[in-house]
């Protein structure tokens, strides 16, 4: 959805364009839910696709976008969990109104978090916000008479849509994937914004962006408080899906805190589509090795993932957008020379 040349600068294409891509994106992106509507294992896989595709395009307008790649995501997503379960469960406050202020909670967390954590840069800072993430677990294990501890949070089953809790399973795949067009809209929206070419300009140079007037750490912040907001909403999501949380599934760093940045590592990182590519591919793939190894080879799923993450790391360091976006100017660029 977005163009990069082949010197890694980025090309902003024409709004028209992009909005095009992007519903004909998402047309393609719904034909799962389409097929396997009366599959009820398939439905499990492709809701979890969806969500985690939307908390990975969360992600990317921070780490893809404003070159921050942050390891603390899970933090955010803990809050937008925690809060709309504890609201439910305790208040009977609707999900739909708690998921939002949970979302205004965690950006405001975020400028928190995030504020002296920015006077870092690389690895520093990805190692920093990983440290976030772990005293969130401690903390959450800690304070039970809000978390639940180490028991967690139990959601019971109160079908409606008011409730957020639904009888059938396509009904879930569909709020995902209204998640997930969300943030990938505001994605499109965001990537021609003012922000979005200052949070660019921050990422191929910071010093740069400063010298010609930017105001580096406002920027920085703006995009992880969205990027927070985001996340939070969709941990609100993953805990009415789920009906428990508790604090090793949320603050869980191999499937939380770094598939985020996984999914957009592999799809295509700072991309549109990236998130959205890399969750499609790496989700269902998952969740097969999971079932055909989880006796024989324990943890052979996560051993394969960081396999996959080393392979693009090393030989798609654009990820597949990347690749296919490369493939297609060498294409051109045969044709216009013969």
């Known amino acids: ?145 809000v978390t639940g501890g180490p028991r967690g949070i139990m959601i019971p089953f109160k079908a409606g849509v008011e409730n957020m809790i639904f009888k059938e399973r396509w009904q879930y795949a569909l709020l995902m994937f209204g998640f997930v067009a969300i943030v990938v809209a505001f994605s499109v929206w965001l990537r021609r914004s003012r922000l979005g070419y200052y949070l660019l300009a921050v990422r191929e140079d910071e010093d740069s962006a400063r010298a010609s007037g930017i105001h580096v750490l406002s920027v920085k912040l703006q995009g992880m408080a969205i990027s927070a907001a985001f996340t939070a909403i969709g941990g609100a999501l993953f805990a009415m899906y789920l009906r428990f949380i508790d604090p090793p599934t949320i603050f869980n760093l191999q499937d939380i805190g770094v598939k985020f940045f996984l999914l957009s590592l592999i799809g295509g990182v700072g991309t549109v589509a990236g998130p959205l590519l890399g969750a499609a591919l790496i989700v269902p793939f998952e969740n097969i090795l999971r079932v055909e190894f989880a006796d024989a080879l324990p943890g052979f799923n996560l051993a394969v993932l960081g396999f996959l993450m080393v392979l693009a790391a090393l030989f798609m360091k654009r990820g597949v957008v990347g690749a296919i976006q490369d493939l297609i100017q060498r294409r051109r660029n045969k044709r216009e020379s013969s």
Do not use: C
């Open 1 to 145: 959805m977005s163009n990069i040349d082949t010197n890694n600068s980025p090309v902003i294409e024409s709004g028209q364009s992009a909005w095009i891509k992007y519903f004909g994106g998402m047309a393609l992106a719904s034909l799962p839910l389409a097929l396997f509507v009366d599959d009820p294992n398939w439905l499990n896989i492709i809701a979890f696709t969806y969500l985690m595709g939307g908390l990975a395009s969360s992600w990317n307008i921070i780490g893809g976008f404003g070159g921050q790649h942050s390891l603390g995501h899970g933090v955010f997503f803990g809050i937008g969990a925690y809060m709309t379960a504890g609201l439910f469960v305790n208040y009977g406050w609707t999900p739909w109104l708690s998921m939002l202020i949970a979302a205004v909670t965690a950006a405001a967390v975020s400028a928190l978090i995030s504020w002296p954590t920015f006077r870092l840069r690389g690895p520093f800072f990805a190692i920093a916000t990983l440290a976030f993430n772990e005293v969130a677990f401690v903390m959450a294990n800690h304070f039970d008479s």
